[in-house]
């Protein structure tokens, strides 16, 4: 009895420990076929997995930068054509504020474009509900900035319907920025 005992340890000890581990295991089933399934995946690595996706790359960190540079130049020159007074009206000087406003917000759509072709197609996928807002804030500027456009097309400008078009250009740029920000915090930008 004594020498039985001795083989079983004997045994016991030889015998491949992860043997043992096979039986009673939880990580992946034996389906009918004699496959295995996976479990399904941990949230917070499918919420890791997400963020790194999203996440701007150096390129997209310059452009992104660059474009919300250029929407806040088009900002303060829409605040400054609100601001002059009305005997401005016919000057050279309300004519190249103007001018210089429509220039900026034509750089701040062309710069926005730009970002938003930049996107991998995973960004494209997980990011967008938030691209698809700032394309659509865009438009809003493109809409203003058309209004503009055809004041500055008369032969004498009213300073007053300028100055109300450049208040709803500067709303809408206002709007452009904001979602601009929150796409850029969604993928991570760094503060400059």
Known sequence: MRHSASI????ILLFPLNVWGQHGGRHASSGTNGGTTAQPEDPDAATFKRAVAEQATDGQIAQFRLMTKSTEAARKQSLDLQHLNSNAAGSEDLSGKANGLQDSVEKALADTRIFLQSFSDSQEANLK???RKLTKSGAAVNKSAKGLSQQLQQQTLNSGRLIRTAEGLEKALVEL???QLNLGKEMA???P
Not at 8 to 11: F, K, N, S
């Open 8 to 11: 079983i340890a004997v045994l």
């Open 189 to 191: 930008v760094p503060s």
């Open 129 to 131: 509900n938030l691209a």
């Open 177 to 179: 920025q904001s979602d």
